[in-house]
């Protein structure tokens, strides 16, 4: 399995921007499907953007035009660029690992938060 380690996180007001980044170790990105998820107070964890290993990425609609997730091979981290934030973005963010040939996402970090006020 792959560590990963999040962070980036923090407070931000509505219509701020902070990137988050997800370091890797244990096997190369490359290799991996890597996904960001959120789970906000109550509410179930939600997908908000997959970078296959291929290099294809694709973002949830609530966030398509704002967030952008993105991959440094050579630093082995992936990032997730968040902008025009909004109080519904608040949440722990969590990044995920997976092997191509898996459907389910089996490597987590330990998650970061993101707090969006008004």
């Known amino acids: 399995q792959v560590q990963l380690v999040e962070s980036g996180g923090g407070l931000v007001q509505a219509g701020g921007s902070l990137r988050l980044s997800c370091a890797a170790s244990g096997s190369r990105i490359s290799i991996k499907d890597m996904a960001w998820h959120r789970q906000a107070p109550g509410k179930q964890r939600e997908l908000v953007a997959t970078i296959a290993s291929g290099g294809s990425t694709l973002h949830a609609d609530s966030v398509k035009g704002r967030f952008t997730i993105s991959r440094d091979s050579a630093k082995n981290t992936v990032y997730l660029q968040m902008n025009s934030l909004r109080p519904e973005d608040t949440g722990v963010y969590y990044c995920?690992?997976?092997?191509?040939?898996?459907?389910?996402?089996?490597?987590w970090g330990q998650g970061t938060q993101v707090t969006v006020s008004s």
């Open positions: 995920a690992a997976k092997s191509p040939w898996v459907q389910r996402y089996d490597s």
